[in-house]
């Protein structure tokens, strides 16, 4: 657990000492492209918090609005997810101490805008259900049913520790979609320890970047996919697909 703490603090000077390539680079891009992304879940959702707040129960709301989030999540996804991947594959060849630039970036959107889009709405919906399942548990009323909720939650954590794993594995490694989930959420029950540093480490960035916004746009999630190449590296004992044997060499960085 105080190895994922410590791959953290590396992270973050490499993002304070690399600032113009990771954060307004990189990061920045990454934000555009994933911007759709917070008014298609988080109108919604505030819906869905308003809603439950006033205790208005209509048997059709609920359907209409898990429909009106699943679709605007996959219409945001068309730009996220391709971005995504490409900030985990320009972080992956930065590890390895390659110059990367902007350019480098477009290339890997590109590269994975298909593959990009099934990997992440794929990863949200199961995220939603976990939680609205959470919500739904604990909100009924019925012990056996709130005994759930802890079930619900300890699944989230997991999901969230996974996270870590899934795109090192998805950018890295020649497997499908369905494997990739798969291995990463048996890394994810390998190391609870890890994975429970990791959704700290997590929990600290969204809260964050929910306060102010400049941590999502330009520290946040360069920063936590750092922390999910190194923890990748660890599982396997060494480097997982192009990651090199030695540590980086900041000599080599582009300090923008």
Known sequence: MGRVFGYAGWAVMQVVRNFGTLGLRLNLLWFLAALPLLPAVGIPVAIAVQQAASGFDSPQTP????LALLGATGGACL?????????????????????????????????????GWLVLFADLVPLYALVFGLYFYLNSGQLILQALAFVALYLTLVWVGAQAYLFPLVIRVDLSPLHAFLGAFAMA??????SAAFVLVAAVAIGVSLAFVLPLMVVAPVTLALVGHRMAQDRFGGPLGETPESEPDDSRRDDG
């Open 189 to 194: 029950l390998g190391r609870v320890g890890s």
């Open 63 to 66: 359907l209409i609005l898990a």
């Open 79 to 115: 730009s996220a997810g391709p971005a995504t991947l490409a900030l985990v594959q320009s972080t992956a060849r930065f590890v390895q101490g390659d110059e990367i630039g902007v350019i480098d970036f477009w290339r890997a959107l590109r590269r994975h805008w298909p593959r």
